[in-house]
């Protein structure tokens, strides 16, 4: 795994941190790593452009119940 140093970061802001880290019972390390992670997660709005050219790719695809189909499968 990567490692990443921040210079300079004003005092007021690692006490924040610090404080956030607390209230979220984790480390300030921990607390970095979590917001870090979340910030790079996609966008609700990419994920639903995600979905919609999903949705377009699929078009026209059968996509009925299954559930006859798999009661016929057990039923041989």
């Known amino acids: 795994m990567g490692q990443v140093a921040i210079r300079n970061l004003d005092d007021g802001v690692l ?3 610090r ?3 607390r209230r979220n019972h984790r480390s300030l390390e921990g607390e970095l790593r979590q917001i870090l992670t979340a ?3 996609p966008s609700r709005s990419e994920l639903t452009a995600r979905a919609e050219a999903l949705a377009q790719a699929l078009e026209g695809r059968w996509t009925g119940d299954s559930t006859a189909l798999i009661r016929e499968e057990r039923e041989r």
Do not use: S
């Open 15 to 17: 006490h924040r941190l």
């Open 19 to 21: 404080q956030r880290a």
């Open 39 to 41: 910030a790079t997660l």
